[in-house]
């Protein structure tokens, strides 16, 4: 995994390659969605449970990313969960426990916006964690992830990446579109400020979580048309690599030219 300021943010796609590979990527993925549930193959049975978490700098099209990735599918077999500062009760309990009720079982999918990786970012930036905490926050969250995934968990871990000078000129849009002001907060502004000391976090959580059996997929983000397509494609071959792997025959239509491209 390289580091931060070795990512390509020059990657870009026009309106028409991001609509048809966007299309392709979407009709694989539900093709995909719809094996693991156990609405479709011979005999129909239930496929490991996915969990795909979205962590990256405000603004970096965290929200677009995951409504690419959903739009397509059942409602009913997707959960899309959001995880804000976490309240009273929950500080009371082992900073992982809010998380377990909304993980998937056998079959089921679901999507986190922001995550336990809250601990290692803006719990340890902010102070809002001990030393002691955060640090031992690392080897925690790899435990538990490989507890997940011993299980059979198909675990995809997003960071939304963008620079600096790309964040600014969002945050100016914003500010100055009546419909998105809302998302603009003071504490946007105040994050920006401590941008030196989220990159160190972001670089250690990197270098201390990414393993074997749930890497970081750093997403080139500087591009909203690329980071979308490059979303779905990535979940959806990595997904057919671990159904592979539990013996799934996958459907036709989920092994075209277009998923396949990098």
């Known amino acids: 995994m390289g580091r931060l300021d070795e990512v390509d943010l020059t990657l870009k796609l026009s309106r028409a390659e991001e609509a048809a590979r966007l299309e392709a990527a979407q009709f694989r993925l539900l093709s995909l969605r719809l094996l693991l549930g156990g609405q479709i ?3 129909p049975r239930l496929g490991p449970p996915v969990s795909v978490l979205f962590e990256g700098w405000d603004a970096s ?3 677009g990313a995951i409504k690419r990735l959903v739009s397509h599918l059942d409602p009913r077999h997707v959960r899309v969960a959001q995880f804000a500062a976490p309240t009273y009760d929950e500080k009371r309990h082992h900073f992982l426990a809010r998380f377990w009720p909304v993980l998937p079982g056998w079959g089921g999918m679901a999507v986190l916006d922001r995550s336990w990786y809250g601990r290692v970012l803006v719990e340890r930036v902010e102070g809002f964690a001990t030393k002691e905490q955060w640090k031992r926050a690392y080897d925690e969250i790899v435990d538990f992830e490989r507890t997940l995934t011993d299980e059979g968990m198909i675990l995809l871990k ?3 990446h963008i620079s600096d000078h790309e964040q600014r000129r969002r945050f100016d849009r914003r500010a100055r579109d009546p419909l998105k002001t809302w998302k603009l907060t003071e504490e946007d502004e105040r994050n920006r400020k401590k941008r030196k000391e989220y990159e160190r976090a972001v670089e250690d959580m990197v270098a201390r979580t ?6 970081w997929i750093i997403v ?3 591009s909203k048309r690329y980071a979308r397509v490059y ?3 990535t979940a959806c ?4 690599r671990v159904m592979t792997e539990h013996g799934f025959d996958l459907p036709r239509e989920a092994m075209g030219k277009q998923g396949r491209r990098s």
């Open 237 to 240: 071959r990595t997904i057919e």
């Open 41 to 43: 193959g011979d005999p």
């Open 231 to 233: 979303v779905v494609e």
């Open 61 to 63: 099209g965290k929200g």
């Open 210 to 215: 990414d393993h074997a059996a749930a890497p």
């Open 220 to 222: 080139p983000a500087e």
């Open 158 to 160: 997003y960071w939304m």
